[in-house]
DNA sequence: CGCTTGACACCGT
DNA sequence: AACGGTGCCAAGC
């Protein structure tokens, strides 16, 4: 495995700020990072070397779904976690997704 | 997640 | 440096 670049660093040290039972989204991610490319962030989880040092399934799409999970255990085990800090997902959507969002 | 289109950083070559 | 393929994607239909 390759070290990750800048930009991936930029985006595990961002979701590491992401505090229990809170979730954001890529946009805000990518934002954050001043980039377009959401999917890119997206990528950097995938290719995340670590595991639930950052917290990759507290991401989830800007309409409050879920969008995917690379990591072992599929989508399936995204929702597990996510439960697992009182974040409920209901038909790929998480309950009261505006209020556990968190903007930084 | 239904499917298609758009946009852009990432990675291997 | 450039190109092609790709993506826990976003927005629209």
Same mark, same amino acid.
């Given at each position: 495995m390759?070290?990750?670049?800048?930009?991936?660093?930029?985006?595990?040290? =961002?979701?590491?700020?992401?505090?229990k039972?809170?979730?954001t989204t890529?946009?805000?991610?990518?934002?954050m =990072?001043?980039?377009?490319?959401y999917?890119?962030?997206g =990528?950097a989880? %995938?290719? +995340?070397?670590?595991?639930?040092e950052?917290p990759?399934?507290?991401?989830?799409?800007?309409? $409050?779904?879920l969008? $995917?999970?690379?990591?072992?255990g $599929?989508?399936?085990?995204?929702?597990?976690?996510?439960?697992?800090?009182?974040?409920?997902? +209901?038909?790929w959507?998480?309950?009261?997704?505006?209020? %556990? =969002?968190?903007k930084?």
């Open positions: 390759q070290e990750p670049t800048d930009f991936q660093k930029r985006v595990y040290l =961002l979701l590491k700020k992401i505090p039972g809170r979730i890529y946009k805000i991610i990518g934002d =990072l001043g980039i377009k490319a999917q890119a962030v =990528l989880c %995938k290719m +995340n070397p670590f595991a639930p950052v990759c399934h507290r991401v989830v799409k800007s309409d $409050g779904s969008g $995917g999970y690379s990591a072992s $599929g989508i399936k085990r995204k929702i597990a976690l996510l439960a697992d800090e009182y974040v409920y997902i +209901n038909k959507k998480i309950i009261d997704f505006k209020k %556990k =969002l968190f930084f």
